[in-house]
């Protein structure tokens, strides 16, 4: 990926009580020595083993408390500049109506500086100037900047308490490695088409991303928690 650097100008609720089928398969599961967390295309679910002591009902709530702050941080950041983002698609329509169909995404660096991100070949220097044009904004800086600010908090939560391979919790993300991650364009395409019969979900819309794009940069401590697939 290319990236063009501008100047400067809840938890999902989970059941207390386990499937039998999925509680029987888990008791039997011998743990493999490693775990690659990675989708599976079958007629089977996944689930987590949890190899480790059990956390408090302290460090549950705690975690709790943290994804959810980060993921309304998140959400708040994104639909702040939905409008924005319509606007600058309208124009990109007027002016360069090609680039809609390729391969770019924003997002903020460290600096708080608007970064575009490109597909490589395709798009030109004009096309990339335009894109600079029309999303260098202190409205839309800002809430690329909320977006990965919260998802980076999602990921201080304790990675033992979601046990799935969407969660926020497994990975280790700063500024950089979350405008990597994270598709704003994605995101905001969702949310600009939203509406009756086409349902946009932004928590699921990010745990996808994370398992897409995230494999590098898993926490170490994920290794300890195994998943096994169990026909359904």
Known sequence: MDIAKLPAGGSIPSSSKMNPAIEEAAQNV??????????????????????????????????????????????????????????????????????????????????????????????????????????????VKKGLKDLQDGVIRMTEANYQSELNTGSAAHYNLDTESAALVISAREILDGLAHNGPGREFSLWSTLSNQLVKNGDAFLKPETKNLRFIEVEV
């Open 30 to 139: 011998t743990p493999p020595e490693q775990t690659e967390l990675k989708s599976v295309e079958s007629d089977s679910i996944r689930m987590f083993v949890n190899t480790l002591p059990p956390l408090s009902r302290a460090e549950r709530e705690e975690s709790s408390k943290i994804t959810f702050e980060g993921y309304n941080q998140a959400k708040a950041g994104v639909r702040g500049i939905v409008s924005n983002y319509k606007e600058a698609l309208s124009t990109i329509r007027k002016e360069e109506p090609d680039l809609l169909a390729k391969k770019w995404d924003i997002a903020v660096n460290s600096e708080d500086e608007l970064i575009i991100k490109t597909g490589g070949a395709g798009i030109s220097a004009s096309e990339v100037q335009l894109l600079a044009e029309v999303f260098d904004t202190e409205e």
